[in-house]
Nanobody, 119 residues
Framework: QVQLLESGGGLVQPGGSLRLSCAAS????????MAWYRQAPGKQRDLVAR???????NYGLSVKGRFTITRDNAKKTAYLQMNSLKPEDTAVYYC?????????????WGQGTQVTVSS
């Protein structure tokens, strides 16, 4: 069984920063791409940032230049550094990863972490 555990969410003022972490555990053999999505109340879940196993990255247009996704393969962890936060960044942030176990490749999701940007 594979688990993704997010941490680092919270309340921050506009213009502030937060760093989210997503750690994979369990029956993990190889992690391909890792990504962060977010979902605000009443809206669809959107891609925020994605990083491949080789380190190639892409970002949603609304966060480009403000957010940075990185990963530490040894720690099986992805990070999302969020700077210059805006109230419209308020959402539940979800980690997603494509992971090979000993039997197959599947997509896994974390439980989500709340990020609230407000004064």
């Amino acid at each position: 069984q594979v688990q993704l555990l997010e941490s680092g969410g919270g309340l921050v003022q506009p213009g502030g920063s937060l760093r989210l972490s997503c750690a994979a555990s369990g029956n993990v053999f190889v992690i391909n791409a890792m990504a962060w999505y977010r979902q605000a109340p009443g809206k669809q879940r959107d891609l925020v940032a994605r990083i491949t196993g080789g380190g190639s990255v892409n970002y949603g247009l609304s966060v480009k230049g403000r957010f940075t996704i990185t990963r530490d393969n040894a720690k099986k962890t992805a990070y999302l550094q969020m700077n210059s936060l805006k109230p419209e960044d308020t959402a539940v942030y979800y980690c997603q990863a494509d992971i090979y176990t000993d039997t197959d490749l599947n997509s896994y999701w974390g439980q989500g972490t709340q990020v609230t940007v407000s004064s």
